[in-house]
């Protein structure tokens, strides 16, 4: 694989950010890109058969399954499965701060996000099915003001 070796490939990992209390900056999605395009297969091939990875997918994959824009991903996506949690390296990721059991964002087994509301939504509002980011529009646009008090 022309692609293998050091430097070949970045992994960004969106969770990774200073607030480690409850996730050490692992997660459960990453996006990797890679330096030789037409290797994508052959990565994509090989994370398939890594234990506790549920989901791999070439950019145009992922895009389309998830509705992501092509210009803000990498070449593969990778979903890690409901036990795993994905990094960089053992010392990007100190776990002695967690102040709290290691939870993770991002995979497929966190995408279900309860919504509660004070007032029921008008009917057809958001068009379609909601999805995770809808909440902050329903919040902001449809569950305000409150109702009145009785």
């Known amino acids: 694989m022309s692609g293998s070796g050091s430097g070949a490939t970045r992994v960004i990992l969106p969770i990774t ?3 480690v209390a409850h996730h050490g900056s692992l997660g459960s999605f990453a ?3 890679v330096s030789h395009l037409p290797d994508v297969e052959v ?3 090989r994370l398939r058969a890594v234990p506790g990875v549920e989901l791999v997918l070439s950019r145009e994959d992922a895009c389309r399954q ?3 824009p092509a210009d803000r991903i990498g070449d593969v996506v990778i979903c890690a499965d409901r036990e795993t949690v994905v990094g960089t390296r053992p010392a990007d990721h100190d776990l002695s701060v967690l102040q709290a059991p290691l939870r993770s964002h991002g995979g ?3 995408r279900e996000v309860p919504m509660l509301c004070n007032q ?3 009917a057809g509002e958001p068009p379609g ?3 995770n980011f809808d909440a902050f529009w329903i919040g902001l646009n ?3 003001p409150l109702p009145p008090l009785r």
């Open 17 to 19: 950010d200073p607030y």
């Open 142 to 144: 449809r569950t305000w």
């Open 31 to 33: 996006t990797v890109y």
């Open 66 to 68: 998830f509705e992501l």
């Open 129 to 131: 099915r909601l999805r």
């Open 120 to 122: 029921p939504l008008p």
């Open 43 to 45: 990565i994509v091939a």
């Open 108 to 110: 497929l087994a966190e």
